[in-house]
Structure formats: C-alpha cells, structure tokens
C-alpha cells in the first residue's frame, strides 16, 4: 500500500531536513511513532538536504548578479533560509573550485 506523504511530510522535514538525523534515523522513527516501514524515503527526501555543485553554482551566479546592483541575498532552499555560516562554507567548497593542470617539467625537476 501506498504511504501517504502528507501525514509525514512536516514531521520528515522538522527531523530530518531542518534537524540532526540522518535518513535511517527518521525512517526509524517514523517506524517506531507510526509503524510506517518507508521504503521510498530517500527518493521522497533525499534531495532536499544538499544541493548539487552545479546547483550551488547557480546560486552563486546569481548571487553575484545581485551584488553587481546592490542588492543582498539570503538563499533558502525548500523553504528554509540557509544560514550564513553554510552559503559561505559551500562558497568556499565550490566557487574557486578547479585544478590547475600543470606540465610535467614544471612538477619536478632533474638535476
């Protein structure tokens, strides 16, 4: 039988989008709570934790954007502001994200 997301949704989202556990522990609570064995649950909820880098790309692109006009930017992502401790770590994970590709002379040398 199919479950029915709506009587779960917000618990879900209180637990483990916005709070501390992780999918196993939610499935096991809702398991415990409502005697709900979700096999769907990370197709459901998986993505709304973390955003993708080429996700968070974007969102840097238009932070930029809106900077260029003077305008500031709080990122929220299904609903709930990030904080700005979490934009400006994934800003440093992802905006100067590249590799430098260097020649072989220029790793080493032989003397």
Known sequence: MP???KLYEKEVIDKYV???MNAEETIRHLLHMYGVNITQ???KFGGLKKLR???WRAVFS???NRETHG???EVYLYGRQLSSERVARERRRYVND???Q???DEIASIV
Do not use: M
Request: without cysteine.
């Open 3 to 5: 479950v029915d997301w």
């Open 18 to 20: 916005n709070g501390e």
């Open 41 to 43: 649950f990370k197709s």
């Open 53 to 55: 880098r080429d996700e």
């Open 62 to 64: 238009e932070i930029r």
């Open 71 to 73: 305008l500031a930017s």
């Open 98 to 100: 590249y590799t430098v």
């Open 102 to 104: 260097r020649r072989p």
